[in-house]
């Protein structure tokens, strides 16, 4: 791999999208919760990302975590609740946001804006699959990305194709804050 290739990340960058990225995805947490009261996955992947936020370590729990998260989103989705599979990943990504990459590539920016785009998801199937819903919310996040945040994003190409209705708002985020 070449130099050229690589983005210079510090581990206090990598905090400030973590901290973004629990803060866009914690409002939805409630939504998994109450479809799913007995699987704490989520919760713990904020729990340890928070940790990482507040001056903690790039743990094997805060890894764990994340999966589990993904894991928690795969059987409610497999139980029929996609909201709740939304909202639970995007707890999982909001705990891999702290595993970004510093690789130039699109697949990237999942790491930072997963977790609200997963967030915006979630709210708009818990309103009966209202895009507005959807687009309110990455609106609404947008202005949650701090300057550090936005710096980071913009060393990386755009907003990979894909991903469904996630992925659009993804892109949508992707938009806002690259102008």
């Known amino acids: 791999m070449t130099a050229d290739l690589m ?3 510090d581990l206090s960058e990598l905090r400030a999208v973590t901290a973004f990225s ?3 995805a914690e409002p939805a947490l409630a939504i998994f919760e109450r479809e799913c009261p007995d699987d704490g996955r989520p919760r713990a992947a904020l729990d ?4 990482f936020t507040a001056g ?3 743990t094997k729990a805060l890894r764990v975590t994340a999966l589990d998260a993904h894991r928690a989103a795969r059987a409610a989705r497999e139980s029929g609740r996609e909201a709740a599979f939304d909202a639970a990943r995007a707890a999982g990504h909001a705990g891999a946001s702290a595993y970004l990459h510093p690789l130039a590539k699109a697949t990237q920016v999942p790491h930072i804006l997963g977790a ?3 967030a915006a998801r979630a709210f708009e199937l818990d309103a009966g699959d209202d895009p507005a819903v ?3 919310y ?3 996040v947008a202005g ?3 300057p550090v945040v936005v710096d980071v994003l913009k060393r990386y190409p755009d907003a990979p194709a894909g991903g469904r209705r996630a992925g659009e708002l993804l892109r949508m985020l992707d938009d806002l804050l690259r102008r």
Do not use: D, F, Q, S
Request: hydrophobic fraction near 45%; proline fraction near 0%; glycine fraction near 20%.
């Open 7 to 9: 983005i210079g990340l």
């Open 22 to 24: 629990v803060a866009c």
């Open 48 to 51: 340890e990302a928070r940790r």
């Open 56 to 58: 903690g370590k790039r």
């Open 116 to 118: 609200a785009a997963n």
């Open 134 to 136: 959807g687009a309110g």
């Open 138 to 140: 990455i609106e609404k």
């Open 144 to 146: 949650l990305a701090g």
